[in-house]
């Protein structure tokens, strides 16, 4: 008897979490309302190149940019790149002022809690930039010195969990942009910089910065794209279309446009 109780009680347990999974995928009308309104909001930082970053004719390009014009022809919607402030990009997802953060997003446990992720299309780590000039050569190099990451950044994560290196140093300066926190380095306001690999290489050989950036590396990371929590009917469709761009030559395609070879990793 005891068994036939136990048997039904789990009978029903998986009932009830299999409407609640159904009740969930019914209420997720988040493709269907894309494709209704015609257009795709991609929110991004406009000044994190190759990712997304302004040209000289102040047109918004890059990497991340190619791969979502490619995504939207292919989802038949139209593509609307809306620069954000990189601090509040969360709140600006939430409140569906955007429909995605496209950007060279770090997928972090904490964000992978609050937003559906597609799976990585890049990977990435973050480093720290020094002068050529300044001596350092290691990140035990950077005691007592001054480094600066961009405000709501996985750089920041990545100083905070290093003990270490946070306990050593002298302190951190936030910028709003990557940009500016190199130009400060420059001008000897700060000693250091983290940032993005992929993007600290493509900035210096383009600007051709007398920068360094050290090998010793501070965290491994991966690119996704996010979508409101509840919105996983659009991510696996951009998923889906990610992947059939992976394996049609597509995403080789745009990225040895931006980085002279294949580093894509869709669908690994």
């Known amino acids: 008897m005891k068994a036939i109780k136990a048997l039904i009680a789990a009978t029903l347990v998986a009932t ?3 409407t609640s999974c159904a009740k969930k995928s019914a209420g997720d009308n988040s493709l269907q309302d894309l494709k209704r ?3 795709l909001i991609m929110g991004l930082d406009d000044s994190f190149p190759p990712m997304g970053f302004r040209d000289k004719n102040n047109e918004i390009v890059g990497y991340d940019v190619d791969l ?3 995504v939207a022809k292919r989802l038949g919607v139209t593509l609307k790149l809306q ?4 601090s509040t990009k969360e709140q600006e997802l939430n409140t569906k002022k955007i429909d995605c953060i496209w950007s060279g997003f770090t997928m972090t446990k904490e964000r992978k809690e609050a937003m559906a992720f597609t799976g990585a299309y890049l990977d990435n780590a973050q480093v720290a930039i020094v002068k050529n000039d300044s001596g350092i050569k290691s990140l035990s190099d950077l005691s007592d010195k001054l480094i600066g990451v961009q405000a709501g950044s996985s750089a920041w994560e990545a ?7 946070l306990n050593s140093i002298k302190g951190v300066v936030e910028f709003e942009e990557n940009l500016t926190a190199l130009n400060d380095l420059g001008i000897g306001n700060i000693d250091a910089v983290v940032m993005d690999l992929v993007v600290a290489e493509y900035t210096i050989k383009q600007a051709n910065y007398p920068y360094t ?3 010793e590396g501070l965290a491994n990371e991966e690119y996704g794209v996010a979508f409101r929590k509840n919105d996983v009917k659009l991510r696996d469709e951009v998923q889906k279309i990610l992947e059939e761009m992976q394996n049609d030559g597509t995403a080789e395609s745009i990225s040895k446009q931006w980085f002279g070879r294949n580093i894509s ?4």
């Open 37 to 39: 309104t015609g257009t």
């Open 16 to 18: 009830l979490a299999l």
């Open 213 to 215: 950036i050290l090998s």
């Open 68 to 70: 979502a014009k490619e």
């Open 83 to 86: 620069p954000i402030d990189w």
């Open 159 to 165: 100083v905070s969990a290093d003990t270490n290196l």
């Open 265 to 268: 990793v869709i669908g690994r």
